[in-house]
Nanobody
Framework: QVQLVESGGGLVQPGGSLRVSCAAS????????MGWYRQAPGKQRELVAT???????NYADSVKGRFTISRDNAKNTVYLQMNSLKPEDTAVYYC?????????????????WGQGTQVTVSS
């Protein structure tokens, strides 16, 4: 009933930039916090950045000053602008949304995850 679809990953050289997007669709009543997480090979999934519905942001120390999270509430979309990319940023990036959806005349709230998009930083 609800889907999160990421786009925009790819291969970029060190020092380069990339923007990934995540659009939520379906019978959505409201979206609260949205965020980006990443998982590198052999490592646990880690938080990259989050943003509240009001626009307050939070970043992992490793990406502060280089990454910017934003959202378009009208489009149910969250973005992650990544600048000054480093090889250690290489990972699968996952979108997350805490949202409320309609079903059977009621609303329910839960976390949703996207399928992930690969970001590779290499020369």
């Amino acid at each position: 009933q609800v889907q999160l679809v990421e786009s925009g990953g790819g291969l970029v050289q060190p020092g380069g930039s990339l923007r990934v997007s995540c659009a939520a669709s379906g019978r959505i009543f409201s979206i609260y916090d949205m965020g980006w997480y990443r998982q590198a090979p052999g490592k646990q999934r880690e938080l990259v950045a989050t943003i509240t519905s009001g626009g307050s942001t939070n970043y992992a120390d490793s990406v502060k000053g280089r990454f910017t999270i934003s959202r378009d509430n009208a489009k149910n979309t969250v973005y992650l602008q990544m600048n000054s990319l480093k090889p250690e940023d290489t990972a699968v990036y996952y979108c997350n949304a805490d949202l409320e959806y309609y079903s059977g005349g009621y609303t329910y709230r839960r976390d949703y995850w996207g399928q992930g998009t690969q970001v590779t930083v290499s020369s």
